[in-house]
């Protein structure tokens, strides 16, 4: 379970180090953290934690540590109370290993800045998601569309193997279906992610299991 989350955090840590780049935002990152020393884009944290027991003061010298910091505290374990930080939310690391092909309809590829505009409209992100992303080998935009072309959903995967799930999304009223179709996307590779616990049910009924706690803490 402890190398479950251990993967799973340094695949968030690398989508988030991709995302900061794509802002012009170099990271950093060695045995205990990834971090960006200025203030990372909206919904982004400003450090992620790749062990147990990390020094709280070491890891927020390297960040902007002032109001609107936030840190993704991979193993639930820090206490950033007394630095003027709060809990923002607590969620848990999941896992699905390769599985079988389902039968659901894998999502299609986001490949072309126009594309990624309309998915970013529909996600709700905005300019969070610049065309840079797509050039990036280890990074997959994927939409579902209906009949008429519209996309009503999608998710992004990061990384080599194991491919972390992010910006999961749905127009619709079922999340558990774009879960599946995500893992339909690619059936025979592990894929890792997090979820809150209000929505950790349709990322299990598609397969994945919980391997352990994470925390968000917010300054201000």
């Keep these: 379970m402890l190398e479950d989350t251990r993967t799973a955090a340094r695949n968030n840590a690398e989508w988030c180090d991709i995302v900061c780049g794509s802002h ?23 450090a992620v934690t790749l062990r147990p027991g990390v020094d709280a003061e070491a890891l927020l010298a390297r960040i902007d540590a002032g109001p609107g910091a936030s840190v993704k505290d991979s193993f639930a374990d820090l206490d950033l109370s007394g630095y003027g930080f709060r809990v923002l939310f607590d969620a848990q690391w999941i896992h699905r290993p390769p599985s079988a092909p389902p039968v659901d309809t894998p999502l299609a590829p986001v490949t072309t800045s126009d594309e990624l505009a ?20 280890r990074v997959r935009v994927l939409a579902r569309r209906d009949d008429r072309g519209v996309i009503i959903g999608g998710a992004v995967l990061s990384g080599d193997g194991p491919y972390g799930v992010s910006n ?13 179709a995500v893992c339909a996307t690619l059936p025979d590779a592990p894929l890792v992610g997090y979820e809150t616990t209000a929505d950790l049910t349709p990322a299990l009924s598609a397969g994945f299991t919980t391997t352990g706690p994470l925390r968000v803490w917010l300054h201000g």
Excluded: E, K, N
């Design 118 to 137: 309309a998915w970013a409209a529909a996600h709700g992100g905005g300019d969070l998601f610049r065309p840079a992303i797509l050039a990036d080998p």
């Design 168 to 180: 999961l999304f749905t127009r619709t009223d079922s999340s558990r279906d774009i879960w599946r």
């Design 24 to 46: 012009g935002l170099a990271g950093r990152t060695d045995a205990d953290a990834w971090s960006v020393p200025h203030r990372s884009p909206q919904w982004y944290p400003d």
